[in-house]
C-alpha cells in the first residue's frame, strides 16, 4: 500500500481496511529471545529493530501522510511487522523550526491522525511555527489495524438492551455480557490482541523519533495519551526533550492496582455530575431543569426512559442508558457546558429526540470502543477473584448513584466498565508495562490536572507528578477534562514549556475557567478551545455549537 491509499479509499473501503491486520514476513528470521518480562527487557532487543523509513505523500491541505513498518511482536525484532498510519504538518516558519511535536489524542482507541488534522489550526501560532505537527493511530486503533471484537450489529444490541437503572439482579448478566465480549476478541483479533499493549506503543514513539531524526521527544498528551508519555518517560527517561502530561493518570494504580483506579473515576464522574445538578438547582431560571429538584428528576427521567425509550430519527431508540453514556463524555466540557445540559435534560423530559442526550451511540463509537476495552485488558492486571470482582462492582455502583450503575452493569464499553471484562480476559498481556515509573534521570516533565476532572481525577495527577523523579505540577482548577485549550494561563504555561522549555513554578495554578451564566448568557474568551483536543471523536462525543 502507498502512503496515501488510506486517506484515498472510500469511507466504507477504509473501515473495511482498518479492521484487517495487515502483517508481513520479514526477510530474515529473527532468532528466539527469552522472555523476561516488559521491565527488564534487554536494550540491544529493541535497538535491533530497524527504524521505519517514512515516504511522504501530500494528503491535502499541507499535510503529508505516510505508513510506519514496525515489529509487531518486540522480543523478535526483525519478525513479523505492523503498519502504522501516521501524518504531519511542517513547521508554519521553517527559520524558527525547533523540531518534531508529537501529538497524541486520549482513549485508548481515538485517531492520532485525525487528532492532528482536526487540530492544527486551533493550535497556539508558536507550536505551529516552531515544530512539524506530527501524529499517528496507534497499533489497533484506526487506520492501523483497527482491533474488532463486536460488529455494529452487536454493539447495538448490546446498548439499546442496556439500562439506566438497572434492577437488582442485573450483575450476573453483565459478567456473562462481558465473557461474551472477550470470547469475540479472541475470535475476531486474536493475532493482534496480545501486541496493543502501550509498551510496544511507547516503542513504536521511539522508532518514529528516529525516523523522524530526533534527537529526544517533544510530545503532548491528553488523558490516555498522558499515560501513553508516562510509559515512554518510564522507558526511554534520557531521550525526553519536553513532555506535557494534560488530564494525567496514576500510573502505578492504573497499571498494577486497577480496582484503587477505578473507584476514585467513578467518585468523580458522579462527584462532577452532583455538582451540575447543584448549579442546576441554584440557577433554575439558567438551567430550566428539574422544577426545583433537578436530583430527583434525573433519577425519574432514567427510569422514565428505560420504560419508554424515545424512538430516534435513524430508526433506533433512545433510553435511559443512553443519557448516561451521553453525559459521561459531553460533562468533560466543564461548566461551560453546563446551560446546554440543563436545555438538553428538558427537551429529554420531553421526549424530543433532538436532544444530544438521546443519541445513541454510532459505529464511530464502536470504532473507539472495542480498543478503549482491549488496550485496558492487556494494560491492567486485574485480580481473578470473582467474589473480589463482585463486591468491587456492586460497591462502585453503590457509592456513585447518579451515573455509576448504568456504567457498572452496562456492556463494554468505556473505562468504568472494564472490570468485568478484564478479569476474565484469557489474552496474554505481553506488551503491558508494570513500572516502574520514575523516569530518573529525564528532563522536567510537566503535569497537568484538573481539581475537578470527571475523567481522570486530579489525585491521579499530584500521583504523578510525586512519581516521576523529575516531574512538576501545573493545576488548573476547574470542572471537565484536561486543561490545554480551556485555560488560556494553562495553555500558555504548557505552550512555553513545549518551546522554550520554561517549566512553571512549583505551585502554580490556573483558574480561569469560563463560568456557566447566571442570568445573562456569555460565551467562553477567544482561545479558550481547542476543539477536537477536548472532544477526541466529534462523533462519538458530541459537539453542541462553537463555544469560541
Not at 110 to 120: E, I, L, T
Amino acid at each position: 500500500m502507498t502512503s496515501s491509499l488510506w486517506l484515498d479509499q472510500p469511507k466504507g473501503e477504509q473501515a473495511v481496511t482498518f479492521r484487517r491486520l495487515r502483517l508481513t514476513g520479514a526477510a530474515v528470521t529473527a532468532l528466539a529471545v527469552a522472555w523476561t518480562g516488559p521491565q527488564v527487557w534487554a536494550s540491544e532487543q529493541h535497538d535491533s529493530a530497524p527504524v521505519p523509513t517514512l515516504t511522504w505523500s501530500d494528503c491535502q491541505d499541507g499535510f503529508e501522510c505516510a505508513n510506519a513498518q514496525v515489529p509487531l511482536d518486540y522480543r523478535e525484532p526483525q519478525g513479523k511487522t505492523i503498519t502504522l498510519a501516521v501524518i504531519r504538518k511542517p513547521a508554519a516558519d521553517p527559520s524558527k523550526r525547533k523540531g518534531t511535536l508529537f501529538l497524541q489524542p486520549g482513549g485508548p482507541g481515538n485517531s492520532g491522525v485525525d487528532f492532528v488534522r482536526g487540530n492544527y489550526a486551533d493550535l497556539p501560532a508558536e507550536l505551529r511555527d516552531d515544530f512539524d505537527v506530527f501524529g499517528y493511530d496507534v497499533r489497533g486503533v484506526g487506520r492501523s489495524s483497527q482491533v474488532q471484537c463486536w460488529d455494529d450489529a452487536t454493539y447495538t444490541k448490546a446498548v439499546t438492551a442496556a439500562k439506566g437503572v438497572p434492577g437488582p439482579d442485573a450483575y450476573t448478566p453483565a459478567v456473562q455480557q462481558a465473557a461474551d465480549f472477550d470470547q469475540a476478541c479472541q475470535d475476531n483479533a486474536g493475532d493482534l490482541l496480545p501486541y496493543v499493549g502501550t509498551q510496544y506503543v511507547a516503542r513504536d514513539i521511539d522508532l518514529l523519533r528516529q525516523a523522524l531524526g530526533e534527537q529526544q521527544l517533544t510530545y503532548y498528551g491528553r488523558s490516555f495519551g498522558s499515560y501513553i508519555g508516562t510509559v515512554y518517560a518510564a522507558m526511554f527517561p534520557k531521550r525526553v526533550r519536553a513532555l506535557a502530561l494534560d488530564g494525567a493518570y496514576d500510573p502505578e494504580h492504573y497499571t498494577n492496582q486497577p480496582y484503587a483506579y477505578d473507584r476514585p473515576q467513578y467518585l468523580a464522574l458522579d462527584g462532577a455530575m452532583g455538582r451540575f445538578l447543584d448549579w442546576c438547582k441554584a440557577n433554575q431560571s439558567t438551567c430550566g431543569f428539574g422544577d426545583g429538584d433537578p436530583r430527583g428528576a434525573f433519577e425519574k427521567l432514567k427510569a422514565d426512559l428505560d420504560a419508554n425509550p424515545v424512538p430516534t430519527a435513524n430508526g433506533g431508540q433512545a433510553n435511559g442508558y443512553t443519557l448516561v453514556y451521553r453525559l459521561m463524555f459531553n460533562i468533560n466540557e466543564g461548566k461551560v457546558i453546563w446551560p446546554s445540559f440543563g436545555e438538553a435534560l428538558r427537551k429529554a423530559q420531553l421526549r424530543d429526540n433532538t436532544s444530544f442526550l438521546l443519541r445513541p451511540p454510532s459505529p464511530a463509537s464502536y470504532d473507539f470502543l472495542n480498543p478503549n476495552v482491549v488496550v485496558e485488558c492487556v494494560d491492567k492486571k486485574y485480580p481473578t477473584d470473582r467474589a473480589l470482582l463482585k463486591r468491587q462492582v456492586t460497591t462502585n455502583a453503590r457509592l456513585a448513584p447518579l451515573l455509576g450503575p448504568a456504567m457498572a452493569y452496562g456492556p463494554p464499553t468505556y473505562d468504568h466498565q472494564h472490570a468485568t471484562a478484564c478479569v476474565q480476559w484469557k489474552g496474554e498481556h505481553t506488551s503491558r508495562y508494570s513500572g516502574s515509573f520514575h523516569a530518573k534521570g529525564s528532563a522536567p516533565i510537566l503535569v497537568i490536572g484538573n481539581t475537578g476532572d470527571p475523567d481522570t481525577p486530579y489525585q491521579d495527577a499530584v500521583a504523578l507528578s510525586r512519581e516521576l523523579d523529575n516531574g512538576r505540577l501545573l493545576t488548573f482548577k476547574a470542572e471537565g477534562h484536561t486543561a490545554f485549550g480551556r485555560s488560556v494561563c494553562a495553555s500558555d504555561a504548557i505552550t512555553n514549556y513545549l518551546v522554550d522549555l520554561k517549566v512553571p513554578a512549583r505551585g502554580t495554578s490556573c483558574a480561569d475557567e469560563t463560568q456557566p451564566p447566571s442570568a445573562e448568557p456569555t460565551v467562553a474568551p477567544p482561545g479558550t478551545t481547542l476543539t477536537e483536543l477536548r472532544n477526541g471523536v466529534s462523533e462519538r462525543i458530541d459537539r453542541i455549537g462553537s463555544l469560541r
